[in-house]
């Protein structure tokens, strides 16, 4: 724990924390571990509201949707407002709606995503479509990925709902839709725009959900490519926890530094005055 706070003198500092009006969190390996709540989160979150703060929670995991996670919580006994649960399928929708309004998708992903697009009111189509959308697809088949790939060398737009390469589970990592994306990549030749974080689109719609500024705004997650590069180069602070899938040499090695570093959410709380 010394380590720790003492690398927290360093590049960051713990007067940040003075600023932040709302904790973003990340969810798998920072609030739980499976179906497993950490004892200190709830804790975590009453320090949070107790000296006058927010939190919501943002996933990049675009095989389940706003409905299954707040559903989620609630069995771990986590009750929030629908609008404290953010989603990378809300990113990509926000930006469709702006960019691509009308304009029909092939989607490959879950039917709880595909509802979510059908909510938002994008038409998709399994012909000849404007664009493709590769999301965590745990319903994956081969069909389905011929079907995008003749898409996209057809010359269509590919967009990526969340870069994750692998998405932890209780017996270790499943491929997630990065990897999809590589797999497209390597037939196709096409690399798709990515949504979720980091993408400057997923620090936007914090702000614009939020209604904060940057430097009212920390990230807080256990993944340095995704949770602490969303905010990397902002006014938004990152705080990366110790409780999932970082390691102290991963952290040594990586150039992506986050502002601060705590063992957990417990030890964060700790620190908020
Ligand atoms: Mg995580």
Known sequence: MDDILQ?????????????VKMFVLDMDGTIYLGDRLFPFTRGFLDKVQATGRGFCFFTNNSSKNREAYLEKLGRMGIQIWPEQMLISNGVILNWLGQHRPG???????TPALAADFQAAGVPLTDEDP????LGFDTTLTYEKLCRACHFVRAGKAIYGVNPDWNCPVEEG???DCGSMAALVKASTGVQCEFFGKPSPHTLAYMLEKTGC????LAVVGDRLYTDIAVAAGTGATSILVMSGETTPAMLAGSSIQPD??????GQ???CLG
């Open 130 to 133: 404007d664009y493709v959308v």
């Open 268 to 270: 964060l709380a700790g």
């Open 213 to 216: 500024q940057p430097e009212e």
């Open 260 to 265: 601060l570093v705590f063992q957990d959410l």
């Open 173 to 175: 990592f499943i491929p």
């Open 103 to 109: 304009e029909s998708c092939y989607l490959v992903g």
């Open 7 to 19: 690398y927290n003198t360093g590049r960051g500092s713990l007067e940040k924390l003075g600023h």
